[in-house]
């Protein structure tokens, strides 16, 4: 066993920020689950560009969702291209992502869990 965790400790995992229309959310979290995110969290977001750039841009709403998703590393282009596919492909669906890579994760456990290691957990 104490091989087994040895070799998962070099993974890196990421912050996978997604932000979305609020009524697409449930959507979102359900897709990035299937893409093999093991722990999202999400929370309300207000837009803050004004009126006549929304409408520009054809926006008519600008509640949001941000989404907060723990991914291994080796998978963010994977996320990063499937949430831009689903951006241009679902109706009313626009959004915008980003990866942040997390530095430390602390104790085997927590690591196992956020990187969907069965081994470990």
Excluded: W
């Excluded at 912050?15 to 609020?22: A, D, S």
């Excluded at 009524?23 to 999202?40: A, H, M, P, R, V």
């Excluded at 951006?87 to 890579?101: D, L, M, S």
């Amino acid at each position: 066993m104490a091989n087994d965790v040895k070799n998962i400790s070099p993974m890196k995992l990421t912050l996978l920020v997604t932000i979305v229309p609020r009524d697409k959310e449930g959507f979102y979290i359900d897709y990035l689950q299937t893409l093999g995110s093991n722990l999202q969290m999400s929370a309300s977001g207000h837009g803050t560009a004004n009126k006549e750039v929304l409408e520009y841009l054809g926006l008519d709403n600008n509640d949001k969702s941000v989404i907060f998703s723990v991914i291994r590393d080796e998978k963010t282009e994977r996320f990063l291209s499937g949430l831009e596919d689903k951006f241009t492909a679902i109706r009313n669906g626009k959004g915008i992502a980003c990866a942040i890579p997390l530095s430390s994760v602390i104790g085997k456990l927590t690591f196992g869990f956020l990187s969907g290691d069965s081994r470990v957990v």
